[in-house]
């Protein structure tokens, strides 16, 4: 439903888009779950993007660093404790993830005027959509 909307708004804008989906999961189960239904409805290539597994989290352990995406819909993950991911990350006041990193514009206008830069920071330059 939400790509055959995204496929009608494009359109009444004169734009082309085109969806992907890739997917992560820690729960083995729900992973199985997912991979199967695509493979059931004859989407093999989506299938091959689902990534699944205990060591899987989407806090700690992007199964896509490469991948830019200019669309995302995640949930943190639910049922375990994240205290493995948070050390993972750096801890409370280290993480090093710039997934995470929330900038104050106050902080970033400081940075700037220094000569530090958005990089040095953690910031990340977002992919343009056509």
Do not use: C
Request: no cysteine; proline share 4%.
């Amino acid at each position: 439903m939400a790509e055959e909307t995204l496929q009608q708004l494009a359109g009444e804008h004169g734009k082309e888009v085109a969806t992907h989906l890739y997917g992560q999961e820690i729960n083995s189960e729900t992973y199985a779950i997912a991979k199967a239904d695509l493979l059931l409805k004859g989407e093999g290539q989506a299938a091959d993007n689902i990534i699944g597994g205990p060591e899987y989290s989407t806090l700690s352990n992007d199964a896509f660093p490469s991948r830019e995406f200019d669309f995302m819909l995640s949930n943190p993950p639910y049922g375990k404790s994240w205290k493995s991911d948070l050390e993972r990350m750096g801890g409370k006041t280290g993480i090093k993830d710039p997934r995470f990193l929330i900038m104050d514009e106050e902080l970033e206008e400081n940075a700037v005027e220094e000569g530090t830069g958005e990089d040095d920071l953690g910031g990340h330059e977002d992919a343009d959509v056509d």
